[in-house]
């Protein structure tokens, strides 16, 4: 039984990214409303009744934001951290969360799933690995910095979605207020793209299918910058290396 994975879309505007192994379907982070959510899961041929389990990695809008709403209309159980389940609306049924603790790997029906927590400036972070016994698929967005601890759960992956957040010269020569620049390139911010090709370069990428840039900025960012940046570290052509897109995700990728 195959694992695969698909983008309903990445970047501030809204996260959202399914995990599949036979019937088991994980959503992580849900950051698009009711009806947008469900018109990009049915772009991937997806009912919200498909969904086994929503995971959330933190509290910020661009990935909690359409996740109550649709985990209670749609009666999908929801894990997340103590620190991230805080801010969830006071009304979401007790009976849909499942508190996690960010250094234990926890089981959903056929997919195993690996949190691991990340410096970002939420109350309790975390970004998640999945496996079903034999393939690993790492998924990690919103980190400032790298840590060993991250770089652990990110090497000897078969897949990687790997956050480029900006380029650090438009960035700097960007429109954004400085302290909002302060903010994004601090260590409790967002990879730019040379962090997230750094870290690719330490990483033992020998079982390696996909690699994926996700959560650019539409403003501070280009899609053939953070290509360039990711292919250059695997030593690879840059037509290897994908994009998820705010608008499009990406389509789905067997490992
Ligand atoms: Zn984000
Ligand atoms: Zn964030």
Redesign the pocket.
């Known amino acids: 039984m195959a694992l695969r994975f698909a983008s309903l879309g990445s970047g ?1 505007s809204g996260n959202g990214l399914v995990v599949e192994r036979g019937r088991t379907r994980i959503l992580m982070d849900c950051g698009f409303t009711l009806g947008d959510t469900a018109f990009r899961l049915g772009r991937l041929g997806l009912r919200p009744a498909d969904l086994t389990a929503i995971v959330v ?2 509290e ?1 809008t ?2 909690l934001g359409g996740v109550a709403r649709f985990a209670k209309r749609h009666a999908i159980v929801v894990h997340l951290t103590r620190g991230t389940a805080l801010s969830l609306p006071l009304d979401f049924p007790a009976t849909l969360v499942r508190f996690i603790d960010p250094h234990a790997p926890f089981e959903v029906d056929d997919l195993l799933v690996d949190p691991f927590p990340v410096p ?3 109350r309790e ?1 975390v970004q998640f690995a999945f496996s079903d016994g034999a393939v690993r698929l790492a998924v990690a ?2 980190l400032g910095v790298s840590t060993p601890h991250v770089e652990e759960k990110l090497t000897r992956c078969d897949a990687l979605v790997l956050e480029c957040n900006h380029d650090p010269g438009l960035l700097a020569g960007g429109t954004y207020p400085r302290a909002l620049k302060e903010r994004i390139s601090g260590r409790f911010g ?1 990879l730019d793209n040379n962090s997230a090709a750094a870290i690719v370069s330490r990483l033992d990428v020998s079982r390696l299918k996909h690699m994926v840039a996700a959560h650019l900025s539409t403003e501070n960012n280009r899609p053939d910058l953070a290509v360039l940046a990711l292919a250059g570290a695997l030593g690879c052509e840059d037509s290897w290396v994908g994009v998820a897109s705010q608008h499009e995700g990406f389509d789905w990728r067997s490992v």
């Open positions: 501030s990695t933190h910020h661009d990935h970002h400036d939420a972070p967005t919103d967002h």
